[in-house]
């Protein structure tokens, strides 16, 4: 879930489906996805489809001007209880804190929504100060690496429907940090289950994204964890054998979050696989996958070296120093030197 200012994205859903709505919302922050879920899903409660005529507008920042917005939410719905009016791009509006005027005395029968991406408002001013008093300002910020699992596994179980934890890891390393993709990537998955089947698994990925179940980031990660040569060798090759499927950085930041969740783990409070997995936010299974075995299989100080290794790797891979070793090869002699 996105980390938020105020109020969480779970208690706007929670208060509009009770039919509680704020005069103002100002959407903002670096991921999007809050922003145009949150805006859609207020705009329908709002409204019933046959109002919308009347009581809908939609605006752009770059188009628009304060005092125009201030005019459409001083007027009064027509034949409904309430009007909604949408401000897109609202981050591109130049007088913006004009409204803070219009929102310590807003129109009660308004619900105004203000969706400003790409970061947020300047919190010593006016205007934030009186979103925050009289409705709600909602900061929407990109997930870390580690809550994309719980993303995904949170997105399929509203479906009534359960995921493989090996199926979750392929998704999140196929399509990475951005939410929309991963929910467009999980709605597809969704319709391709056969109608009596409730659980995604891993071959249903493979299936549909092209990425092996078996030869792909976190079977690495597994294989490295327990020292397996042979299967991490296999990865490897599978790898450059199949470029399309390879994207160093992708790799490299996988590997980096392995081994410095495993440096984190020795300071978890309860040394066992769930502590250390509630230590680390994520779930049991993938601590018990990967970061436990390399706590058992690699010293404290192998493991400090093999991130120093990656850094390096990392940066030669962006032609520091310059380096023109091609990407198949730089993860092999990451791998030897992880393994040996």
């Avoid at 619900?111 to 205007?127: E, F, M, N, S, W």
């Avoid at 951005?178 to 391709?192: G, T, V």
């Amino acid at each position: 879930m996105a980390k938020t200012t105020g109020p969480t994205y779970v208690d706007i859903v929670k208060d509009v489906q009770a039919g509680t709505f704020a005069p103002v919302y100002c959407l903002m922050g670096d991921e999007d996805y809050y922003i145009d879920k949150l805006s859609q899903f207020i705009a329908e409660k709002a409204l019933k489809p046959e109002e919308r005529d009347f009581n809908y507008d939609l605006l752009y920042g770059a188009e628009t001007r304060a005092n125009d917005i201030i005019s459409i939410a001083r007027q009064f719905p027509m034949m409904a209880d309430r009007r909604v009016v949408i401000v897109r791009e609202f981050q591109a509006l130049s007088d913006k804190e004009m409204l803070a005027a219009y929102v310590k005395n807003p129109n009660p029968t308004t619900v105004l929504i203000l969706c400003h991406k790409h970061g947020v408002l300047d919190g010593r001013r006016a205007l934030s100060g009186e979103i925050r008093k009289q409705g709600v300002l909602f900061e929407s910020k990109r997930l870390y690496d580690r809550e994309l699992p719980g993303f995904v596994t949170s997105y399929i179980q509203r479906s009534q429907k359960t995921i493989d934890p090996a199926a979750v890891q392929m998704i999140c390393d196929h399509v990475g940090s951005d939410l929309s993709r991963l929910a467009a990537e999980m709605d597809k998955l969704l319709m391709a289950l056969p109608q009596n089947e409730t659980r995604v698994g891993a071959a249903l990925v493979e299936e549909l994204t092209g990425m092996s179940k078996d030869f792909n980031n976190f079977e690495l990660q597994s294989a490295l964890a327990v020292r397996d040569v042979y299967k991490a060798n296999q990865i490897v090759k599978y790898f450059n054998n199949n470029p399309r499927t390879f994207a160093l950085p992708v790799t490299l930041s996988s590997l980096f979050n392995l081994f410095s969740d495993a440096l984190l783990a020795y300071f978890a409070p309860s040394q066992t696989d769930d502590g250390i997995a509630q230590f680390l936010g994520k779930s049991t299974w993938v601590a018990r996958q990967a970061v436990v075995p390399v706590r058992r299989n690699y010293s404290g100080k192998k493991v400090m070296d093999i991130i120093s290794e990656i850094r390096q790797i990392d940066a030669k891979s962006k032609g520091v120093g310059g380096c023109k070793t091609p990407p198949g090869e730089l993860l092999t002699e990451l791998v030897f030197f992880i393994l040996h």
